[in-house]
């Protein structure tokens, strides 16, 4: 009995142990992360430095100019109040440049930012009236951002401060004009470059129910938009060409990679003390679309996040799963279309290497490698997962949804642009067409969502207004559009108003978080002490004899006799 008393003993003491170093490390930043639609193990710890996707492409409606659009948070729900979705203002966000094929950043452009509250304890809105302006006083929470950008390794310089986050969109009564909203939240800097930061209508368009056995087993469960009705956070970066071109001379060197990356400050957690340092760390990685969400092995995928490009090439069995893909093999398996002989060396030039003849792939082509620019050392490229453009191939008026697949060079993977069909054109990358060059007609028709829900806008930053209405009454109101912004049924699809150029941001006043930790430590200690009370507690009922002389047994007859088998 003792000996059961001291196990018993134990068993709650590890699971306080376990209360008190939840409630500690929920004191300070967390340190998980993943990207690209909460698809690593830990990514539901922290969705705010989520990213969902990358997109790069040339400006179709600006030559010499490059757009680069980076999208968080994923699944925001239009509803989701009195709180939304604000960027975190303890993380770094980063879109990253390789121009010469080291797979190391030549060029970082970087937002970090900062929350303007004025609620304080007097209510919980987030707006206490129509806000019709980005300086709205209606508008009690806010946030603005600093822009910072390196190049070739050299400091950080501060190119903007206190610039305006677009808000998140309350709805048509609290936001009569939103698409007025987003046009004051575009910042024109000089040098010509254009910046964005605030929610958007999700761009990313497939059918999740690939997960469901490959659409059902039977290609029957396809055709529904799986992220149709909810927004994302968006930064994004129009620049010239040369500002991100090797030697500032894209004609000679027109290919770059780019790739987002979030960071947090590193936190040290002792036996006493929980300390947030000013060390940064990588938590969130995102280059092409769908690597780490079905390339890469669960097991890996937190890691894969954390991980710089120039390290990919060291990773075997990363290497190993582009080389040798599950999907294929799944495919093979469900639907008989016989997988493609491996290794896959053009999967390695697709995501890898980009599309080369100097690296000795299969496909022959030179599309949109950096090997491909004329002043990079071929002796100091290291293939690397990113997304990889070549500026020198201009936009097409009419783009084909299947990119290089189809015919169009411009489209994925040679960048990415928000019209591409990504999840269509993967699926018949790692069916080998690549190398074929022929569609597989078996998989012809994809996942069934061939364009995203909403129309996107004509110039910078091209995204579409984030939706209003709930996603789970099947009647999402989608975007309005300037006009009919105040109607009882707005139409769910309008491409946002002619973006207007601002050359200086809004000057807001910048916010002290130091209320907020002490709210947060508070609560963490309170969560422990209850925490500590409810294990005491059991532990002492436990120990308490009933008549008849036996434990009490806190748990149902079905409880104690396994663990639960029902559905969640």
Not at 164 to 191: C, E, F, I, W
Request: hydrophobic share 40%; charged share 20%.
């Amino acid at each position: 009995m003792r000996s059961t008393r001291t196990r018993r003993r134990g068993t709650a003491l590890a699971a306080l142990g376990l209360a008190l170093a939840a409630g500690v490390a929920g004191l300070g930043p967390s340190g998980a992360g993943a990207s690209s639609h909460r698809e690593a193990p830990l990514i539901a710890a922290d969705p705010a430095v989520d990213n969902t996707d990358v997109y790069a492409f040339a400006s179709p409606d600006r030559p010499g100019y490059a757009t680069f659009v980076a999208n968080f948070i994923p699944f925001e729900e239009p509803n989701g109040g009195p709180n939304f979705y604000p960027f975190a203002t303890d993380a770094v966000y980063n879109i990253n440049i390789d121009n010469n094929g080291d797979a190391r950043p030549d060029v970082v452009y970087r937002w970090t930012f900062h929350n303007v509250d004025k609620r304080g304890g007097s209510t919980f809105l987030y707006n206490n009236g129509p806000v019709t302006s980005i300086a709205d006083e209606n508008l009690l929470f806010r946030q603005t951002y600093t822009l910072q950008a390196s190049f070739n390794g050299g400091p950080f310089q501060t190119r903007v401060s206190n610039a305006p986050v677009a808000p998140s969109r309350v709805g048509p009564a609290s936001m009569p004009d939103y698409a007025k909203l987003r046009n004051q939240a575009v910042t024109t800097l000089p040098g010509g470059w254009k910046i964005f930061a605030g929610q958007a209508d999700d761009p990313f368009f497939l059918d999740l129910r690939v997960f469901d056995l490959l659409y059902g087993g039977n290609l029957k469960e396809v055709g529904q938009d799986t992220l149709g009705g909810y927004n994302v956070n968006t930064i994004a970066i129009q620049v010239p060409f040369k500002d991100v071109a090797l030697n500032a001379d894209a004609k000679r060197n027109p290919v770059i990679g780019t790739w987002s990356t979030a960071e947090r400050p590193r936190v040290r957690i002792t036996g006493k003390t929980t300390t947030s340092t000013k060390d940064l760390v990588q938590v969130s990685r995102l280059g092409n679309p769908l690597v780490n969400e079905v390339v890469v092995p669960s097991g890996l995928k937190d890691a894969f996040n954390a991980l710089p490009p120039d390290k990919d090439a060291s990773v075997a069995p990363v290497v190993a799963r582009v080389k040798d893909p599950e999907v294929p093999k799944l495919i093979q398996g469900i639907y008989g279309v016989k997988a493609p002989a491996t290794p896959r060396n053009d999967l390695v030039e697709i995501f890898l290497t980009g599309i080369t003849t100097k690296a000795g792939g299969p496909i022959k082509a030179d599309l949109n490698s950096q090997l491909n620019n004329a002043d990079v050392n071929p002796s100091a490229f290291r293939p690397s997962e990113m997304l990889r453009l070549n500026l020198s191939v201009k936009p097409t008026a009419k783009p084909n949804r299947l990119g290089v697949l189809g015919g169009d060079l411009q489209g994925f993977p040679d960048g990415r642009r928000l019209t591409d069909d990504v999840v269509d054109i993967e699926l018949q990358a790692l069916e080998g067409a690549a190398q074929t060059g022929k569609l597989v007609s078996a998989l012809a028709a994809g996942d069934g969502v061939n364009a995203n829900d909403h129309a996107f806008g004509t110039s910078f930053p091209y995204i579409a207004l984030p939706n209003v209405g709930a996603v789970n009454n099947g009647t999402s109101a989608g975007n309005l559009s300037q006009s009919s912004a105040a109607a009882v049924t707005p139409p769910r699809s309008a491409p946002p108003a002619e973006q207007s150029v601002r050359t200086a941001p809004v000057a807001n006043s910048s916010h002290d978080d130091t209320m907020n930790a002490v709210i947060t430590a508070t609560l963490g200690a309170v969560a422990v002490a209850l925490a500590a009370l409810l294990i005491v507690g059991w532990l002492m009922r436990r120990r308490r004899p009933t008549a008849a002389g036996t434990p009490q047994n806190p748990l149902p007859p079905s409880a104690a006799s396994g663990p639960d088998k029902s559905p969640a």
